[in-house]
C-alpha cells in the first residue's frame, strides 16, 4: 500500500471510511500522525455569509464585539487625582446616577469602573450619604467608592438654630458660623419671596424660620440657607395639618402661627397645649373680664426690642402702649408671630387641650413648673407663689 498523500486532508476521505492506518516504520516504530486541517466547516458559513449580505456580517461582528468587552476592564483613572471638585449626593440617588454625576465632573472616567468598585463593597455603597464630598478630578474609582462610603468625609456647616430666637437672633447666628455677613441674611429676609414663604406670612420671616440643626453645603448662600429653612416650617406645618387646624379653630394659618409662637415663649412640654388653651380661651370668652387681652409679657418684651424678661413693670407696659405687639393695653392677637416656634409648640396651637382655664404662672423658674387656673383669686396666690420664689430662690426674676 502506497503512503497517503500528504496534500490529502482528513476531511477527503469518503463517508463512512476510516482513514487509513499508520503504517509501521523500521525497527518497529509508528508513523506520527499528521495534524489535519478542517476546512469544510468554514466554506459553508463562507457561503451562508455570501449569501446574507454584508449586514448579518456586521451583526456578527458587533455580538463579537460584545462578548469581547465583557472581558475587558472598565476605563478608569490610575490616580490619586488633581485639583480640588466638591462632589454632592443628593437624596435619591442611586450608585448609576452618582456614577453618570461623576464621569461628568470628569472625577472617575467611567459609569462602569465606579459601579464596579462600588459592588465590591455593597453595604458600604448602599449606605452613602447626602451631603458634599470633596473630591479629585481624575480618580480612580476604587479611591472614590472609599471616600463615599465614610460619613466622616461629608463637607458641611453644622448650624444649630434653638427654638424661641427672632430673625434678628438667627441672622446672628449664621452670620457667625458661615463666611457671610449678617446684611447678607438680612437682605435675603427682606426680600422674601426668594426664599418660599407662605402668602399669609405677608412678606414677614418672623416666626417662619424654623429651629432645627441644619448641615450645609460648602456651596451653600444665604438665600439657600434661608430657604431651608423655609421649607423645614414647611414640613412642620405639614406634619401638625397646621391649615386644616386653623380653618377648625376659626383662626387664619398665620394667626395660629402667631399662637404658637406665644405658647413657645411661654411654655414648656406638657404644659404648652395647656398655654394654648388659655390664649384661646382669653380670646373667644367674654364674659370673663380679662377677655380679649392675652397678657403675655413675651410679646410686650418683643415690643419693647429685647429677650424674655421674668417680670415687667406697669413703666414699662405703658412705654409700648400703642404697640401692636402689647397685648396689655391692645385686644387680640399680636399682628404676628414674636419668635420661632418649634414642632412642639405647633403642634400645640394646633391641638389645643380641652380645659376652663384663662390663667397660668410659672412657679419654679428652674423647673418650670407651671400652675392653671379659671379663677382670678387663685390665680394671685400664683403670682404671690412666684414672688417667694423669686426674692429666695432665683435672681432670675
Request: charged fraction near 25%.
Given at each position: 500500500?502506497?503512503?497517503?498523500?500528504?496534500?490529502?486532508?482528513?476531511?477527503?476521505?469518503?463517508?463512512?471510511?476510516?482513514?487509513?492506518?499508520?503504517?509501521?516504520?523500521?525497527?518497529?516504530?509508528?508513523?506520527k500522525p499528521r495534524r489535519f486541517a478542517r476546512l469544510s466547516g468554514c466554506i459553508p458559513v463562507l457561503l451562508v455569509l455570501a449569501l446574507l449580505g454584508?449586514?448579518?456580517?456586521?451583526?456578527?461582528?458587533?455580538?463579537?464585539?460584545?462578548?469581547?468587552?465583557?472581558?475587558?476592564?472598565?476605563?478608569?483613572?490610575?490616580?490619586?487625582?488633581?485639583?480640588?471638585?466638591?462632589?454632592?449626593?443628593?437624596?435619591?440617588?442611586?450608585?448609576?446616577?452618582?456614577?453618570?454625576?461623576?464621569?461628568?465632573?470628569?472625577?472617575?472616567?467611567?459609569?462602569?469602573?465606579?459601579?464596579?468598585?462600588?459592588?465590591?463593597?455593597?453595604?458600604?455603597?448602599?449606605?452613602?450619604?447626602?451631603?458634599?464630598?470633596?473630591?479629585?478630578?481624575?480618580?480612580?474609582?476604587?479611591?472614590?467608592?472609599?471616600?463615599?462610603?465614610?460619613?466622616?468625609?461629608?463637607?458641611?456647616?453644622?448650624?444649630?438654630?434653638?427654638?424661641?430666637?427672632?430673625?434678628?437672633?438667627?441672622?446672628?447666628?449664621?452670620?457667625?458660623?458661615?463666611?457671610?455677613?449678617?446684611?447678607?441674611?438680612?437682605?435675603?429676609?427682606?426680600?422674601?419671596?426668594?426664599?418660599?414663604?407662605?402668602?399669609?406670612?405677608d412678606g414677614n420671616a418672623e416666626g417662619y424660620l424654623f429651629p432645627a440643626t441644619y448641615a450645609f453645603g460648602p456651596d451653600a448662600k444665604p438665600v439657600t440657607?434661608?430657604?431651608?429653612?423655609?421649607?423645614?416650617?414647611?414640613?412642620?406645618?405639614?406634619?401638625?395639618?397646621?391649615?386644616?387646624?386653623?380653618?377648625?379653630?376659626?383662626?387664619?394659618?398665620?394667626?395660629?402661627?402667631?399662637?404658637?409662637?406665644?405658647?413657645?415663649?411661654?411654655?414648656?412640654?406638657?404644659?404648652?397645649?395647656?398655654?394654648?388653651?388659655?390664649?384661646?380661651?382669653?380670646?373667644?370668652?367674654?364674659?370673663?373680664?380679662?377677655?380679649?387681652?392675652?397678657?403675655?409679657?413675651?410679646?410686650?418684651?418683643?415690643?419693647?426690642?429685647?429677650?424674655?424678661?421674668?417680670?415687667?413693670?406697669?413703666?414699662?407696659?405703658?412705654?409700648?402702649?400703642?404697640?401692636?405687639?402689647?397685648?396689655?393695653?391692645?385686644?387680640?392677637?399680636?399682628?404676628?408671630?414674636?419668635?420661632?416656634?418649634?414642632?412642639?409648640?405647633?403642634?400645640?396651637?394646633?391641638?389645643?387641650?380641652?380645659?376652663?382655664?384663662?390663667?397660668?404662672?410659672?412657679?419654679?423658674?428652674?423647673?418650670?413648673?407651671?400652675?392653671?387656673?379659671?379663677?382670678?383669686?387663685?390665680?394671685?396666690?400664683?403670682?404671690?407663689?412666684?414672688?417667694?420664689?423669686?426674692?429666695?430662690?432665683?435672681?432670675?426674676?
Open positions: 500500500m502506497t503512503e497517503r498523500d500528504p496534500s490529502i486532508l482528513e476531511e477527503d476521505v469518503p463517508d463512512g471510511e476510516a482513514p487509513e492506518e499508520h503504517l509501521p516504520l523500521p525497527g518497529g516504530s509508528r508513523r454584508g449586514g448579518a456580517y456586521f451583526g456578527i461582528t458587533r455580538g463579537v464585539d460584545a462578548i469581547r468587552d465583557q472581558f475587558q476592564e472598565a476605563e478608569d483613572y490610575a490616580g490619586p487625582g488633581k485639583g480640588r471638585v466638591t462632589f454632592q449626593v443628593v437624596s435619591g440617588d442611586s450608585i448609576s446616577d452618582m456614577g453618570a454625576n461623576l464621569v461628568e465632573a470628569d472625577i472617575v472616567a467611567s459609569l462602569e469602573a465606579f459601579t464596579d468598585a462600588a459592588a465590591l463593597d455593597p453595604e458600604g455603597s448602599r449606605g452613602i450619604q447626602v451631603g458634599f464630598y470633596q473630591l479629585r478630578r481624575q480618580m480612580a474609582a476604587s479611591d472614590v467608592v472609599d471616600i463615599l462610603v465614610d460619613p466622616a468625609n461629608i463637607v458641611s456647616d453644622t448650624i444649630t438654630v434653638p427654638e424661641g430666637l427672632t430673625v434678628e437672633q438667627i441672622v446672628d447666628i449664621l452670620a457667625k458660623n458661615t463666611d457671610f455677613k449678617a446684611k447678607q441674611f438680612t437682605k435675603v429676609v427682606d426680600a422674601p419671596g426668594d426664599i418660599g414663604l407662605p402668602d399669609y406670612a440657607m434661608l430657604s431651608a429653612m423655609v421649607d423645614r416650617w414647611r414640613q412642620a406645618a405639614e406634619a401638625s395639618g397646621l391649615e386644616q387646624a386653623a380653618e377648625d379653630l376659626g383662626y387664619t394659618p398665620h394667626e395660629l402661627m402667631t399662637v404658637a409662637s406665644l405658647v413657645q415663649a411661654e411654655g414648656r412640654g406638657d404644659d404648652m397645649p395647656k398655654v394654648a388653651r388659655v390664649i384661646y380661651n382669653r380670646l373667644e370668652i367674654e364674659p370673663n373680664p380679662s377677655a380679649g387681652f392675652l397678657q403675655i409679657d413675651a410679646a410686650v418684651n418683643y415690643a419693647l426690642g429685647r429677650g424674655p424678661i421674668t417680670r415687667l413693670t406697669t413703666e414699662e407696659i405703658d412705654s409700648v402702649a400703642d404697640s401692636p405687639y402689647n397685648t396689655y393695653r391692645q385686644k387680640g392677637l399680636p399682628p404676628g408671630p414674636i419668635e420661632a416656634p418649634g414642632d412642639d409648640a405647633i403642634e400645640a396651637a394646633a391641638n389645643p387641650v380641652d380645659g376652663p382655664w384663662f390663667f397660668y404662672a410659672t412657679v419654679n423658674l428652674e423647673t418650670g413648673e407651671t400652675k392653671f387656673t379659671d379663677d382670678f383669686d387663685e390665680f394671685n396666690e400664683f403670682k404671690a407663689e412666684l414672688d417667694q420664689y423669686c426674692a429666695t430662690q432665683s435672681d432670675r426674676c
